[in-house]
């Protein structure tokens, strides 16, 4: 519903600030929004032709599956924060400018919700192991740990079967040139 940005930037042209500071510049980019919207929809009561890793994920991929339990849209995931920060230097020689630039992105590393899983809610929990039709699954030595691993905290399925992640990217940085004649 909300987002917004703010922007600071702030360069020496050629000429300015001395040998040091001359084509140096900074550019700063913080970003916000309020979550996301999301509908709310009903574990299934069967699993169909899912398997049993893909119960979270099977809704958000197939729509046939989705009962909502509220109205569309009413709920909202967490609010999302982000700052991306570049660096630079500008060499002159005569007529060409060569650029060193550095591009940080998510330059915190925070993981920020972008989804949810519409069962729970929550990014951390796709609802399965709450489900009852999980209970003979669970009584299998180490199925737990293991749905979790593959499922919860490597997204295996979201990733490969729904399209998407539930988290922003981490910190990507990005080191270059830029040459102009």
Not at 35 to 57: C, D, H, K, M, N
Not at 75 to 83: C, I, V, Y
Not at 107 to 132: C, E, H, M, R
Request: without cysteine; glycine residues 10%.
């Amino acid at each position: 519903t909300h987002s917004g940005s703010v922007v600071f930037d702030y360069r020496f042209a050629k000429g300015d600030g001395g040998k040091v500071l001359e084509g140096f510049g900074v550019n700063a980019i913080f970003r916000f929004a309020s979550g996301v919207p999301y509908t709310r929809i009903q574990s299934p009561t069967s699993l169909g032709q899912a398997e049993t890793f893909e119960f979270g994920v099977r809704p958000i991929s197939d729509p046939r599956s989705r009962v909502p339990v509220e109205p569309l849209n009413s709920s909202t995931g967490p609010w999302t924060f982000n700052l991306d920060l570049s660096v630079s230097k500008a060499f002159f020689v005569g007529p060409v400018t060569a650029e060193l630039y550095v591009n940080v992105l998510n330059f915190f590393n925070t993981k920020n919700v972008t989804g949810v899983f519409p069962i729970t809610g929550t990014a951390q929990d796709d609802g399965w192991l709450a489900s009852p039709l999980a209970a003979t699954y669970k009584e299998n030595a180490n199925y737990i740990d293991f749905y979790k691993a593959v499922n919860l905290n490597n997204r295996y399925f979201l990733l490969n079967v729904g399209g998407g992640d539930v988290y922003s990217s981490p910190r990507e940085i990005r080191v270059g040139v830029n040459v102009i004649m």
